[in-house]
């Protein structure tokens, strides 16, 4: 690898290791073996470095992810209930988690600096739709092409923010982390007015009697 490639490869290390804020231009040149003007020739600033760390990381969790789901869809009996894929797909979406903490707690580190680092903002704000357009086409079982625009806007923030959201809570209560089906089970209640229990469901069957 040249000094560039070398360059972000430490700088994803540090990510991991010391987290996006306490990384300096030392710990990187120390991480990758060139030198401290290298990195402002290759990328102007230490900070610049920094979020091409972030979306590069990012981008191969994602890439990683798409191995979750079975290798033979068509062959798959999950695929003739949606709400098994799902659950399929978010256990392991969820065992990684739990597994690579490390990565998790960096990646809830760059959301809390968001409101007070423009760059950082509009560098993650410009690769957010392909984001979510690849948590689209993983959770469908599809390739990104066959992800139509309008799934990618309205259904890809829904799984963005699901996946966020179990990464921060994976660090508060890490020992109370729903599972695939449990997700499941709560979309099936929203969506079925279930979400009170009996009594809910109750009132649910009432209100769709009396709309009929």
């Not at 430490?10 to 401290?36: M, P, W």
């Not at 990195?39 to 798409?66: C, F, N, P």
């Amino acid at each position: 690898m040249g000094h560039r490639e070398d360059l972000l490869d430490g700088a994803k290390r540090c990510l991991v290791e010391k987290g996006y804020a306490r990384t300096t231009a030392r710990d990187i040149v120390a991480a990758s073996g060139a030198n401290l003007a290298s990195i402002g020739y290759h990328y102007g600033s230490k900070d610049a470095l920094m979020r091409q760390a972030v979306i590069a990381s990012s981008e191969e969790w994602g890439t990683g992810m798409v191995a979750l789901a079975p290798a033979d869809r068509e062959a798959s009996a999950e695929d003739a209930d949606p709400l098994a894929r799902f659950a399929a797909t978010w256990d392991a979406v969820l065992h990684r988690i739990a597994t690579e903490r490390e990565f998790i707690a960096a990646q809830v580190e760059v959301l809390g600096l968001l409101p007070r680092d423009e760059g950082l903002r509009e560098a993650i704000g410009e690769v957010l739709p392909e984001g979510s357009e690849g948590l689209v086409a993983i959770f469908e079982g599809v390739s990104d092409t066959e992800v139509d625009a309008t799934a990618a806007r309205i259904v890809g923030p829904f799984y963005q923010a699901l996946l966020t959201g179990l990464m921060v809570q994976s660090l508060v209560r890490p020992n109370a982390m729903p599972t695939g089906a449990d997700l499941a089970e709560a979309v099936r209640r929203v969506t079925q007015g279930e979400v009170l229990g009996p009594d809910g469901q109750e009132r649910g069957a009432a209100r769709a009697e009396g709309g009929a």
